[in-house]
């Protein structure tokens, strides 16, 4: 089966890379399908990746996690000093 690249322009992506969206070229030149239906759009247009939002929430929750270690910290050594430990 022959594949064609995608018309999308990626950025910091090699051409050659295995991660470069592809499709059959079954889709005639007027843009449909042999059923009469247009070909599906490739399916990083369909479902762009969340990778940035799931960054950001990873390290939103390290610091929150950092804070809480902290305060725990902070609260046993203050419970420790007011006991004569």
């Known amino acids: 089966m022959k594949e064609r690249r995608d018309d999308l322009q990626l ?3 090699d051409a ?3 991660t470069v969206p592809r499709f059959s070229p079954e889709g005639r030149a007027d843009g449909l ?3 009469g239906m247009p070909p599906l759009p490739p399916r990083r247009v369909k479902y762009p ?3 940035y939002q799931t960054a950001r929430f990873f390290y939103n929750s390290l610091i929150v996690l950092f804070l ?3 305060a725990a910290l902070f609260m046993l050594g203050h419970w420790i000093y ?3 430990g």
């Open 11 to 13: 950025s910091r992506r």
């Open 33 to 35: 399908q042999e059923d």
């Open 82 to 84: 007011e006991n004569g």
């Open 68 to 70: 809480a270690l902290m």
């Open 16 to 18: 050659n890379s295995a």
């Open 49 to 51: 990746s969340n990778k």
